[in-house]
């Protein structure tokens, strides 16, 4: 998955629309091929429920939680989720094709299907659109609110989840329409030299991208608080050791808040992160990431031996298409 995932963004900031009157909630998961033995639903106000697998490798439980929008976890991918009053939730699918199979069945289900529904359609969107010119971009967009709102009303869906989804509509149009113009404005970077940075190195003293001239440097720009962005670190770590010796470096920018400088320096150590770690002078506003037009991480950037750019919105470590280029490039 691309790390255009705006929906699930949004929902953030309409988690729960009733958070006085707690519900039972009865949630059981199946899930083939899975990555984790254990899932989490987070949801607004610190709601946090972890659910173990059983003997009978099922994921079960029965909890209290208001009604609203949730996102379940198995550890790497993430989906959101619709709580209603007594709902009894039988969830399948198979963490290989995360998205793709995504099933709900049960009592107060509905809205969830379409939550995994509408996620699977912006996933194809945002793969399909980003990719063209202005014109067919927004033809696509219009196409895709169209869509949108249609399926939307054939639902029989509670009132104020279709009012939340359809503020969530207009927001995601909205950020999808200027996300496509900064992707455009990132890509015109390609085969340019870039920025160069001076930050702070965890294992003393500054290190600068210059530095480095002579090596392929794969970046990764990300931050202690993001989940995703932790998501990633196992893989990145295999990444490195795969490629430990060749002609690249991996180089780690932290961009937390100054004040969390103590916290970012613990998750090294208590992590054991490997590459180059460094911390960037003004987090978000620091010149080398406003320079990229970075807006949400984690992102990773590649720059070739000359210090040009080869791609200024990589592959995650995750991606195979990652280890398929860099077998290219160090072969």
């Known amino acids: 998955m691309r790390k255009v995932i705006l929906f699930a963004l949004i929902m953030l900031s309409v988690f729960n629309v009733d958070a006085q009157t707690k519900n039972q909630i009865k949630f059981t998961a199946k899930i083939a091929n899975r ?14 429920q972890i659910i173990p697998i059983d003997k009978k490798g099922v994921f079960a439980a029965t909890f209290e ?56 359609n912006n996933e194809k969107f945002q793969n399909e659109a980003f990719t063209k010119d202005e014109t067919e ?22 009132a104020e989840f279709q009012t939340a989804v359809k503020n969530a509509f207009s927001q995601f149009h909205q950020y999808a329409a200027q996300a496509y113009q900064s992707n455009a404005q990132t890509n015109k970077l390609k085969g340019k030299p870039s920025p160069d940075f001076d ?76 590459g180059i770690q460094l911390f960037a002078d003004k987090d978000w506003e620091s010149e080398f990431v406003t320079s990229y ?23 995650r470590p995750s991606s195979p298409e990652l280890q398929t280029q860099l077998d290219t490039l160090l072969k």
Not at 224 to 242: D, H, S, V
């Open 137 to 158: 971009f927004a033809a696509l967009l219009e196409a895709k609110k169209k869509w949108d709102n249609e399926t939307l009303e054939k639902g029989k869906y509670d």
């Open 35 to 48: 990555n984790s033995d254990t899932l989490v639903i987070r949801g607004a106000n610190n709601f946090t």
């Open 293 to 315: 037009g970075v807006t949400g991480i984690p992102r990773f950037i590649l720059i070739d031996p000359k210090g040009n750019i080869l791609n200024p919105d990589a592959d």
């Open 199 to 274: 930050y702070e190195n965890y294992k003393g003293g500054k290190t600068k991208l210059s530095d480095l001239k002579g090596k392929y440097v794969y970046i990764d720009l990300w931050a202690t608080w993001c989940g995703p962005c932790r998501a990633e670190i196992p893989f990145l770590q295999k990444i490195e050791e795969k490629y430990h010796g060749k002609n690249i470096e991996f180089v780690s920018i932290s961009i937390d808040k100054a004040k969390d400088n103590e916290k970012w320096k613990k998750f090294v150590a208590d992590k054991n992160l490997g």
């Open 65 to 120: 939680a208001p009604k609203g929008f949730y996102q379940f976890s198995d550890g790497h991918e993430v989906s959101s989720l619709y709580l209603k009053p007594n709902s009894e939730i039988n969830l399948t699918m198979d963490a290989k094709q995360f998205d793709e199979t995504i099933v709900y069945k049960g009592k107060g289900v509905d809205e969830s299907n379409f939550l995994a529904l509408y996620s699977l």
